[in-house]
């Protein structure tokens, strides 16, 4: 009974003192577990005479239950108080200035998209998007570069199979659109385009283009001239003025080279520029009446025109970049530039 007594009386000392709810958790198995001290006084009952027996174990019990009690008691207050020190320590000041989250930006490509894509569309032209990855019929074979064509060599790029690739120009939404719908037809296709160029400073294997097309019945150069000066007038200023130079396209017919002049000497002359005081921005020309045929029109009673820029041309002139690679790079740096900006 003596030892019963010292037992309770630590017992409760020590789950009074207890700091914490592993400490009390060390406590309650020392006392109260399966190999804990009233647990091991009660497998002692069996030396003692009969008589004693159900007196000392009703004392054991009593104690333990004493000391259970206790525990919970503790255990419910410790719980309360690490509550209340997470509370604490979580609290939040509304009184404080808020932290502002960081703002992003539109990339150089995503704002000149949607940059030439608004002057279009105020232009009456409809966006048109297509698929990345395309059948020769539609990439070569419909704009009038039948397989073996010359034209071909700078674009016979990545193939999945000998009719499926890369798209290597936005050209094929075009084919896809004509086929599907008869004139009139006023759109403009942007997208990622594939070619197996060499990574440098103005080339990539993977870019953005933005094609247009127009076919109507008497459409002429003349309107293929007028809608290029407006959409260089909207992109570069009032000031802008466009040159066309020959050239040749299997796909249009007559052809030409289209040049704005330079943003950087306003048509002076200057290093950018070679001294020319124009810009080449983008290649344009009559729709080939082979392509009209293909695509189900009749090249007699219709006509058109169509035209192709590319985005990354147009970011770089604009925002003064020098190195096409910073587009894609990811480097913070470059990126921060354009964050928060609220243009576009």
Known sequence: MHDLSELRAQGARLIDEAVDLEALALIRGRFLGKKGELTALLRETGSLPPEERPVFGA???????ELQAACDAKEATLQGAAVAAQLAKEALDVTWPAQAPAIGGRSPMARVQKMVEGIFIAMGYQVIEGRDVELDRYNFELLNVPAGHPARDMQDTFYFTPDM??????SAV?????LDNKPPIRIVCPGRVYRADEVDASHSPVFHQMEGLVVDKGIHMGHLRGALD?????LYGEMATTRFRPSYFPFTEP???VDVS????QGKGCKVCKGSGYLEILGAGMVHPNVLSMCGIDPEEYTGFAFGVGLERIAMLKYGITDMRLLYENDMRFVRQFAADAEG
């Open 59 to 65: 004392k054991v019990n009593a104690v333990r239950d």
């Open 262 to 265: 330079c943003t950087i000497c």
């Open 255 to 257: 052809s030409a080279e």
């Open 165 to 170: 690739l890369l798209r290597t120009q936005t």
């Open 230 to 234: 407006a959409f260089a007038k909207a």
């Open 174 to 178: 075009q084919a896809r659109h004509m």
